[in-house]
């Protein structure tokens, strides 16, 4: 078949590079439009629209898949079918329309759970054992349409956001590839979602990602897991923010009130409303990331200093 794929991030590129591969047709992708990315905040392409052009592959990028110039440049390229990976913008019904066998997307969760923009986080953070990823037909609710494959993953103990999501995009290539060859055989039919069973996992702010140490220990590990790497867990120590790593659970034999640290030799522990927690990796403001135990002998924490 004839293809159009719209991604934008780094989680997209397996996917474009198993469509690629396959017997069918990539004929241009999709992706947000250039932006400015590092510390000269240069304007860069986007990780789909630098593989596209590696490949030769033509790039759109509408600022509004609404625009009329795009919508009549889609029509000209004819694609049979519009694979999608977190293309990051919202398809109006104009663009819906155009492809015969419409609009297929690759989303890391198993649908009717956690619809929205960041499932991964959400499972890990409300402490679901088991994931993965389904392919459904886009219509105009959110992540409602039929869905036509679903794998499933389990969540380590030590999954951060962009570890499980690393691992559900390699596997998610191959299911939407394989959605993609039903497609065309007519082998695969999409069913209806259940009613039962949906949820939502809203985009995590800046604020979603500040530590509460006044919660318990499980809590507070999952939601580090879950905005690690972005937007990375922090929370106030001094004043200031300090972003924070994922950390473990710890024994100690002093007590420690929620936020207290306590310094030892090999090891910096938090104490939270059940058990402490050891810190793994910090970043002071102003200041590289680094090993807590190190942050810890810089800052010459006095007893009893709390963070959060």
Not at 212 to 221: I, S
Request: proline residues 8%; glycine residues 10%.
């Amino acid at each position: 078949m004839r293809l159009v794929f719209a991604g934008t991030p780094e989680v997209a590129l397996p996917s474009l590079r198993a469509l690629i591969a396959s017997r069918h047709e990539v004929a241009a992708v999709i992706t947000r439009p250039d932006a400015p990315a590092g510390r000269g905040r240069h304007t860069s392409r986007s990780p789909v629209g630098e593989l596209a052009d590696e490949h030769g592959i033509e790039v759109l990028t509408p600022h509004k898949a609404s625009d009329p110039a795009f919508l009549d440049r889609l029509r000209e390229i004819g694609p049979d079918l519009c694979p999608v990976v977190a293309y990051g913008a919202l398809l109006r019904q104009a663009a819906l329309d155009i492809p015969p066998h419409g609009w297929v997307n690759l989303h890391f969760s198993v649908l009717p759970a956690w619809r929205g923009a960041a499932p991964v986080q959400a499972a890990i953070r409300h402490g679901d054992e088991i994931t993965g990823a389904s392919t459904f037909r886009i219509v105009r609710e959110l992540d409602a349409g039929p869905v036509f494959g679903v794998l499933t993953e389990p969540i380590r103990p030590d999954d951060t956001a962009g570890v499980l999501l690393e691992r559900l995009a390699e596997a998610g290539a191959g299911l939407l590839t394989s959605t993609v060859d039903g497609i065309e055989s007519a082998e695969l039919a999409a069913v209806e979602q259940p009613a039962d069973g949906v949820s939502y996992a809203a985009k995590i702010s800046v604020d979603d990602a500040k530590v509460d140490f006044a919660r318990p220990g499980l809590a507070v590990d999952r939601l580090v897991r879950a905005v690690t790497p972005e937007p990375g867990a922090w929370a106030w120590f001094r004043g200031e923010r300090l972003k924070l790593g994922p950390l473990t659970r710890a024994e100690s034999d002093t007590p420690l009130a929620p936020g207290e640290v306590l310094v030892e030799r090999k090891r910096v522990l938090v104490g939270t409303a059940t058990w402490p927690v050891s810190l793994g990796e910090v970043q002071a403001q102003g200041k590289k990331r680094m090993q807590a135990t190190d942050w810890a002998r810089g800052s010459r924490i006095e007893p009893g200093e709390r963070v959060g």
